[in-house]
Structure formats: C-alpha cells, structure tokens
C-alpha cells in the first residue's frame, strides 16, 4: 500500500518496463501496473474531445476530433459495410469484387525484425517501436465532398482505409489506432498516417469534356452577397455534417488553378475550419512522432515539388507530403492546396 502510494509513475514505467508510460499520458498502463496516483476504482478518465489515439495512448490536437469509439464516429475495424441495410452489411454478404477481405488494413510490419513483427502482429505496439516505423503524413482530398460519404466509398466499396478523414466543419475523424497499416497510398502504407480532406478535387482546365465543371457548379455556388458557398448535393440533413444550419464556404470564392504532374487543373481551396484543424494535426503528428519532419518536398531552391518524387527520393523523405508526391496517378491534394498555411502555421505551434 504504501510502496504503491510512493511510486512515482516514472518509477513504475521502469519498475514494469514500461517505457511508453513514461513518456506518454499513461494511457496504455498494462493491467498489472499500480494505478496512477490518487485514481479510483471506476474512476471515468476524463477527454477533452480532441484526443487521437497512437499505440493505445491519447494526445491532445486542440482539434475537434471524433475517433472511431465515439457516438458519430467511423469504425474501419468493423468487416460488415457501414450504410448497406442492416440485414445486408454482413462481411458474408459483402464479400465480392469490391471487398477482398474483410480486414481494410494490415499490419505495421515489412521493416521490422522477425520478433518484432511477431510480437506486434496481434496488437502489442509500444509508442517507441511505432515512432521508429512512421516518418510520413501523407495528405489527400477525398472526391467526396463530406467524411460521411469518403467512409462509405473507402470502407463500404473500395476495401480500403484512412487514418483519418477532415470534414468541411473542421472535425478529425480517427477511424482506426495509427498503429495500423491503413491502406490508402500504396507502397507508403507502412510508413505512413493519411488523411482525406472533403474536397471535390481538382479537374482538368484543358478537357474537351469540360474539365469537372459540372461537378464543381453542383458543390460550389455563389450566394447573394456574391461569395462562393458549398452546396451539398442532396442537401445537409443526411451529410453527416454535425452543424445543419452551417454555411461552408472555400477559403478562397474562386477556383484556383495551377499544376500537378505537369498538366493543369482547377480545384476550389480547403474550408479555413479545415486548414485550421490540419494545422493543429500536422503539429500535433510532428511532435508525437519525431521522423515525421514539419516540412513538404522542396526542391532545391526551397521551392515545392508538384510532381511524383524520383523512387530513391521518396524513400528517404521523412516528412509531410501529398499523394502526388507517392504516385503519378495522382493529383491529391491538388494546386489549391496551401502548403505554407500548413506547415508554416504547425511550426508556430510547435514553438518553432
Ligand atoms: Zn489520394
């Protein structure tokens, strides 16, 4: 009792090889270490609304952020399709061309040592092994226009997964522990955390067919006082959106238009709730894992690179970058994205 009440935490990390409760939140404590000091038996543990979960542990954005545990959330663990009828969703049903398999991600594990991967296959990942895997924050728009319907099309009809997904409202859903493998850029998968921004994405400008103008004159609009809205086609009541009577607009009434691979397209900016959130993420990544670098691929007059990057490259680049950066199949997150805003805004955070 009293050898208990005198331990401090750092003392018990060392005590049970804990090394990961020394340096975090405490969060993860294995079920044989001594409470932390002064908690209750059913005790609830108190969040802010902000957290993300990394190896089991909970860090502070300052972010609104809806993981996937909570009311409202995306659960990426879940095999059954999320919006298919209930009698429908089963993995059994679901099963076909689209789906796979019914995991939509996989394992952290083509760098590790055998043992390594043994011991984490399962669960098991400490924050100190995680933080030697990831060294990427890799940055898309989802062509969806809202989170909601980026889940569905990820999970429910593509068989595949996000770490994260960033609303027009500025809020981060965290749909899985980003000890996994999520699936969303290819040969970065191990290595990386991703994020879909709701965005409709970028088009080209020289397209006989019109260059995804349709699209963009069905979710962008101008309102009477002359700025651009986005319209929700079908409406905000069954969007997912968690404010029903918000107006979204894009940073920036116009499109914008600039060039990425070497052709050139026309995309509508970001929504400043969700430059200001994935300013807080960026920052809150950067500083949760140190390989992440706070940083986008420059060349070398300082300048950013908007094309994919040459193999070797790729591989020794720790930092943040776009999906255009991994392949040349795409454009994400397009010419309107403001890469300073971003970074620059993190570094602030970070005390940089
Ligand atoms: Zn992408």
Redesign the pocket.
């Known amino acids: 009792m009293v050898r208990r009440n005198v331990m401090t935490r750092r003392d018990a990390a060392k005590a049970f090889g804990l090394a990961a409760l020394a340096g975090g939140f405490g969060f993860g404590a294995a079920p044989s270490a001594p409470a932390p000091g002064g908690a209750k038996v059913g005790a609830p543990v108190e969040r802010k609304g902000d957290e993300i979960v990394v190896a089991g542990q909970l860090f502070h954005t300052t972010a609104p952020v809806v993981t996937w545990m909570d009311p409202g959330g995306y659960d990426a663990y879940r095999v059954e399709r999320r919006f298919a009828p209930a009698a429908e969703a089963s993995w059994e049903k679901s099963k076909g061309k689209d789906l796979k398999s019914p995991n939509r991600y996989g394992v952290r594990n083509r760098t590790l040592a055998p043992e390594v991967a043994e011991r984490v296959r399962g669960g098991g990942w400490d924050l100190d092994t995680l933080r030697q895997v990831v060294d990427q924050f890799v940055i898309?728009f989802d062509v969806c226009g809202t989170s909601k319907r980026c889940f569905e099309v990820l999970h429910d009809h593509r068989g595949l997964s996000v770490h994260f997904m960033l609303d027009l409202d500025g809020t981060i859903y965290q749909t899985l522990d980003l000890k996994e493998a999520a699936w969303h850029a290819t040969i970065a998968n191990n290595r990386s955390i991703g994020i879909e921004i709701a965005n409709m994405g970028a088009y080209p400008v020289n397209d006989p067919r019109g260059g995804g103008a349709s699209v963009l004159d069905k979710w962008y609009k101008k309102g009477a006082d002359g700025r651009t809205e986005i319209t929700i086609p079908g409406g905000l009541a069954d969007s997912g959106e968690r404010n029903l009577s918000a107006v979204f607009r894009p940073s920036r009434d116009e499109p914008v238009v600039g060039d990425v691979q070497g052709k050139s397209l026309r995309q509508y900016d970001l929504t400043p709730a969700q430059y200001d959130s994935l300013t807080k993420l960026t920052a809150t990544l950067c500083t949760v894992f140190p390989k992440i670098t706070c940083d986008y691929p420059r060349d070398a007059s300082g300048k950013l690179i908007l094309k994919k990057l040459p193999d070797d490259v790729l591989k020794n680049y720790h930092g943040v970058l776009g999906?255009y950066h991994v392949q040349t199949n795409?454009v994400?997150p397009g010419p309107a994205f403001q890469w300073d805003t971003v970074i620059d805004g993190a570094r602030k955070l970070m005390g940089r």
Request: aromatic share 0%; no cysteine; proline share 0%.
């Open positions: 898309h999906h795409k994400d």
